[in-house]
């Protein structure tokens, strides 16, 4: 059996030209915004948009024809895969044709979402079966009617199957606490705990696939000890990645009949956007839900997910909410942070301990609280660090703290939904020297407006335990669900 990728940019060009001009017009009011952007696989037309492409395509159609189980990918690597035996093949040919099966029930249902998002766009109104607490409306977000409906589709349909392969602690398990803690909480709540609905019960009900790798627990574990410089080359943590995936591919028919285009890997390290480097064919369609989303570094944003970078102290799971009313905010812009990279080296040399209203430290005065000052800040500062993200941006949005984003090709998590520019403001690198001019210039009025979206924003960047809808971790699975929505598998000869 092989399996044909495609992406809703399938539409003949006239056809689609023809729906972006009626949706462009129908969509669009001078209150809000109704665009609501959907990376794909491919390069989509200039658009970019759902609603002319996924939202207008008609329900796949799959040919399914059993055929003779396909080889893999790649070739069988040590001794991991040289222990497969004839009779996993066979009982892997029996499971590829009930997969056929499951294929198609699996692309129906896709449809049958994407159909309801359509519907949900065209005729602006908010649907669902069952009366809901939150309902995303405003400015924040790009398109509240494809968002609200997307996720409802989610919650009603997505399965995720969770390969069982392998032991803890470098699979099944992860840090939940510090810098990196959304790789382990992530795991957690789809691996390991029994309350997840998200999770199949079979493969063959799941429209993605997750290898529970953890980035974080591979570099503690595996790579010790450190001699030289050399001991930090990243070929270990590939070829166990790619170990794995040659493990399941062999196993389970899943990985080749997509070439990995449904299955993802999570993690906050740095060294995650590398495990594809060795074998970039291998990870060509794969997904990566990464921290490190640095567009200059190979992430893609039509692709990949970008994820917050979370910093959970241990036993909870946020910081305390100290955040004060916005007229009861005395400082103008607050940081505090270590010398990371050239960027901050630069905010440093141009504001350390120099203004009382631009409050820039390496190190905190004795006696004060972090938490506390980010609290009683209008603007608080976010600047990337040795890599592009840093849990700042997330530690300011819960203490109703407007960030300000200081970086370069930094892909901004969910910005597949939600209009950064309503809740923050983004100042370029060469315009550090300018911070308290551009900050004193923001008019009283759209800073009361940013914080207010800031408040509103704040829930989508709360972790919770179970997870809820519109959380976090949530809107992590989210990002994962329309990259699946954005192409189809069609199983032929």
């Known amino acids: 059996m092989s399996t044909t990728l495609i992406t809703n940019s399938c539409l003949p060009l006239s056809l689609t030209f023809l729906i972006f001009i009626f949706l ?3 969509a669009y009011n001078t209150n809000d915004h109704i665009t ?3 990376p794909s696989i491919n390069v989509l037309p200039p658009t970019n948009d759902l609603k002319t492409l996924n939202a207008a395509a008609p329900p796949p159609t ?8 396909k080889p893999p990918l790649f070739p069988a690597t040590n001794t991991t895969t040289a222990n497969i035996t004839k ?6 040919h029996i499971k590829q044709k009930k997969g056929n099966t499951s294929l198609l029930r699996i692309e129906q249902d896709l449809a049958e979402a994407r159909a309801a998002i359509r519907r949900a766009i065209q005729r602006r109104n908010f649907t669902s079966q069952k009366e809901q607490s939150f309902v995303p ?7 509240t009617y494809a968002f609200h409906q997307s996720h409802m589709e989610m919650m009603k349909r997505l399965k995720v199957w969770v390969y069982e392969e392998g032991e803890q602690p470098l699979v099944h398990d992860g840090p939940v606490n510090n810098i990196y803690a959304i790789e382990g909480q992530f795991i957690d709540e789809i691996d390991n705990s029994r309350r997840s609905t998200f999770k199949a019960t079979h493969p063959y009900e799941a429209h993605i696939f997750f290898l529970p790798f953890s980035v974080t627990n ?11 410089k050399m001991d930090y080359s990243r070929d270990r943590l590939q070829r166990l990645v790619e170990d ?16 990995g285009a449904d299955h993802f890997l999570l993690s906050c390290h740095d060294w995650a956007p590398e495990i594809s480097d060795a074998k970039p064919e291998l990870f060509k369609d794969f997904i990566r839900v990464l921290c490190n989303a640095n567009t200059s570094e190979g992430f893609q944003p039509k692709r990949d997910v970008s994820i917050p970078e979370v910093y959970l102290p241990v036993g909870k799971l946020g910081p305390p909410n100290l955040g004060q009313r916005p007229l009861n905010r005395t400082i103008l812009a607050f940081f505090s942070g270590g010398a990371h990279g050239d960027l901050r080296k630069l905010l440093l040399k141009h504001w350390k301990d120099k203004d009382s209203q631009v409050q820039v430290h390496e190190y905190l005065p004795k006696g004060q609280h972090y938490t506390q000052l980010m609290g009683l800040s209008k603007f608080c500062l976010c600047p990337s660090g040795y890599e ?5 941006l997330v530690e300011a949005i819960n203490a109703g703290c407007v960030p300000v984003i200081i970086s370069q090709n930094y892909s901004l998590p969910f910005s597949d939904v939600l209009n950064w520019n309503q809740f923050s403001i983004e100042i370029p690198v060469e315009k550090i020297p300018e911070i308290k001019t551009i900050l004193q210039n923001v008019s009283k009025n759209k800073y009361l407006k940013l914080h207010m979206n800031v408040m509103r924003v704040r829930r989508h960047f709360m972790m919770n335990r179970p997870a809820k809808p519109f959380d976090l971790m949530h809107m992590i699975l989210h990002s994962i669900w329309l990259r699946r929505l954005n192409f189809r598998l069609i199983a032929s000869q």
């Open 218 to 228: 591979v570099v503690h574990y595996v790579y010790k000890p450190i001699m030289s």
């Open 87 to 92: 009779s996993d093949t066979i009982v892997n």
């Open 244 to 259: 794995y995936i040659s493990v399941v591919a062999h196993k389970y028919p899943y990985w080749n009949r997509s070439n």
């Open 137 to 143: 409306k405003g400015s924040i977000y790009r398109n």
């Open 24 to 26: 462009a017009f129908s």
């Open 388 to 392: 592009v993200a840093s849990p700042r």
């Open 62 to 69: 799959v040919e399914v024809e059993p055929q003779p189980l």
């Open 36 to 38: 609501l952007f959907f």
